[in-house]
């Protein structure tokens, strides 16, 4: 697989070189982030919780994501090729047989103007507000709707940008975070998305999601939606309020409709320069284990407390203390289930 890396990478980089001449725009970017993860309810297995999907190993330091990217602009077309490597990677493309692409898309500018265009490949996720490189998240761990909401999809992406505040995407996609569909009999699966900024520093993004997804048994229905509003207040505070909504019938007969729902505050506080600060309060509830396959009904209350320092404009060094409960004993200890879990994280990331 490193061979293969390597490859593409050097049949990329010729590709650049040959065609300067042409005026081409390449963009080579990175992503580094190490971590050390300790779980206080530690069982003795090497994951910590199945319902999380970074920083998922318990008392060892290792790689959540190392990512490689390179974008080219040529005229009225633009690529994007990106590898990756990490627990984050072993965790989130497990059931993937191409693991070490994180995304590898081919655009097209359909006017002048470059108001519309189409997309086609392995893209980032238009669902929710936290991504794979935590730089720009507000807090280092995800949120648990966007652990289990997709951070990639595959298909065909048409934007439009209708204003200078509002944007319109359609995507056609092989389904729910899936490189590959399952079942070439199934419909393809159908996502929009509006994003609206404000003249005051607030954003508002609705995303949505139909498609043919597994529910245990068969194949049915799921449909999703996605909503949040990100609000810089000022130079030291933002505030990302979010609400995930989901129904997936139980069989094609639809007898059963089965639903999820998760709300989710954020705000950060900049305390200085070189000093961040944030906190987050969470619910999930998806009683039915249509995402969160627990042993029990999954009811979960998360609190979360952050502290970044800011090592460069570049580099962040970040802590958290993350503390879970619930109404069931879904998680467990060496000797016991609980209802409770406490852990601690801490990071080293670095993007160029």
């Known amino acids: 697989m490193r061979l293969f890396f390597l490859k593409w990478l050097l049949f990329f980089?010729?590709?650049?070189?040959?065609?300067?001449?042409?005026?081409?725009?390449?963009?080579?970017?990175?992503?580094?982030?190490?971590?050390?993860?300790?779980?206080?309810?530690?069982?003795?297995?090497?994951?910590?919780?199945?319902?999380?999907?970074?920083?998922n190993r318990h008392n060892e330091v290792n790689l959540n994501l190392g990512l490689l990217r390179a974008k080219v602009d040529y005229e009225n077309t633009y690529a994007s090729i990106a590898f990756h490597s990490g627990t984050y990677v072993d965790d989130?493309?497990?059931?993937?047989?191409?693991?070490?692409?994180?995304?590898?898309?081919?655009?097209?500018?359909?006017?002048?103007?470059?108001?519309?265009?189409?997309?086609?490949?392995?893209?980032?996720?238009?669902?929710?507000?936290?991504?794979?490189?935590?730089?720009?998240?507000?807090?280092?761990?995800?949120?648990?709707?966007?652990?289990?909401?997709?951070?990639?999809?595959?298909?065909?992406?048409?934007?439009?940008?209708?204003?200078?505040?509002l944007k319109f995407s359609l995507f056609i996609s092989n389904g729910w975070q899936r490189i590959s569909r399952v079942d070439s009999k199934l419909a393809p699966s159908i996502g929009t998305q509006l994003v609206y900024t404000t003249a005051t520093n607030s954003l508002l993004n609705w995303s949505t999601f139909v498609g043919e997804e597994f529910n245990g048994f068969d194949f049915s229905t799921r449909y999703f939606s996605n909503l949040y509003w990100?609000?810089?207040?000022?130079?030291?505070?933002?505030?990302?309020?979010?609400?995930?909504?989901?129904?997936?019938?139980?069989?094609?007969?639809?007898?059963?409709?089965?639903?999820?729902?998760?709300?989710?505050?954020?705000?950060?506080?900049?305390?200085?320069?070189?000093?961040?600060?944030?906190?987050?309060?969470?619910?999930?509830?998806?009683?039915?284990?249509?995402?969160?396959?627990?042993?029990?009904?999954?009811?979960?209350?998360?609190?979360?407390?952050?502290?970044?320092?800011?090592?460069?404009?570049?580099?962040k060094f970040r802590t958290e203390l993350r503390h879970f409960s619930s109404e069931n004993n879904l998680f467990t200890t060496s000797t016991m289930n609980t209802t409770s879990n406490l852990f601690f994280t801490s990071s080293l990331c670095f993007e160029f």
């Open 92 to 165: 989130n493309y497990a059931n993937e047989k191409i693991k070490f692409i994180n995304e590898a898309y081919v655009g097209l500018y359909l006017d002048i103007s470059k108001k519309h265009s189409i997309e086609v490949g392995i893209m980032p996720s238009y669902i929710g507000f936290e991504t794979a490189a935590s730089a720009t998240n507000l807090t280092l761990t995800r949120s648990i709707l966007a652990e289990n909401s997709p951070y990639f999809m595959t298909g065909i992406k048409y934007n439009n940008t209708v204003s200078g505040r």
């Open 13 to 55: 980089g010729c590709i650049l070189f040959a065609q300067n001449d042409k005026k081409v725009t390449t963009t080579l970017s990175g992503f580094v982030e190490t971590y050390y993860a300790h779980d206080f309810n530690s069982s003795g297995s090497e994951s910590k919780l199945p319902f999380m999907y970074n920083y």
């Open 230 to 315: 990100d609000k810089k207040w000022d130079s030291q505070w933002r505030t990302i309020i979010g609400f995930d909504f989901g129904l997936q019938n139980k069989s094609q007969l639809g007898n059963s409709t089965q639903m999820w729902y998760s709300p989710v505050v954020i705000s950060q506080y900049t305390i200085s320069p070189k000093w961040q600060t944030a906190i987050r309060a969470e619910y999930y509830q998806d009683q039915h284990n249509v995402l969160v396959a627990t042993l029990d009904e999954f009811k979960t209350f998360g609190f979360s407390m952050n502290l970044d320092y800011l090592l460069s404009d570049k580099a």
